[in-house]
Nanobody
Framework: QVQLVESGGGLVQAGGSLRLSCAASGRTSSLNTMGWFRQAPGKEREFVGAIAWNGATYYAGSVKGRFTVSRDNAKNTVYLQMNSLEPDDTAVYYC????????????????WGQGTQVTVSS
């Protein structure tokens, strides 16, 4: 089993930045892809970005150029740097992980964190 714990959410004004962190523990040697999903009130959960073990990154079109996913394999930690935040980025952000290669589908990810709230005020 793998446990994921997020941190770094909060309230920020539009145009500001936040950095989320997610620390993995347990059977981390089994992990390949780690990433982030988000869910806004009344909306479906959506893919944000992901990073493979070899460093290849993937992003949703709505965040490309504004958000950056990175990871420190030695620390079993994945990060989400969010810049130029917009009110539409307001959501609960979930860290995810899987032994599989990249996927934008939630069902491909076996492990989920508890979520951290990001609120962007206009």
């Amino acid at each position: 089993q793998v446990q994921l714990v997020e941190s770094g959410g909060g309230l920020v004004q539009a145009g500001g930045s936040l950095r989320l962190s997610c620390a993995a523990s347990g059977r981390t040697s089994s992990l390949n892809t780690m990433g982030w999903f988000r869910q806004a009130p009344g909306k479906e959960r959506e893919f944000v970005g992901a990073i493979a073990w070899n460093g290849a990154t993937y992003y949703a079109g709505s965040v490309k150029g504004r958000f950056t996913v990175s990871r420190d394999n030695a620390k079993n930690t994945v990060y989400l740097q969010m810049n130029s935040l917009e009110p539409d980025d307001t959501a609960v952000y979930y860290c995810v992980a899987t032994a599989l290669t990249y996927s934008a589908f939630a069902q491909s990810y076996d492990y989920w964190g508890q979520g951290t709230q990001v609120t962007v005020s206009s």
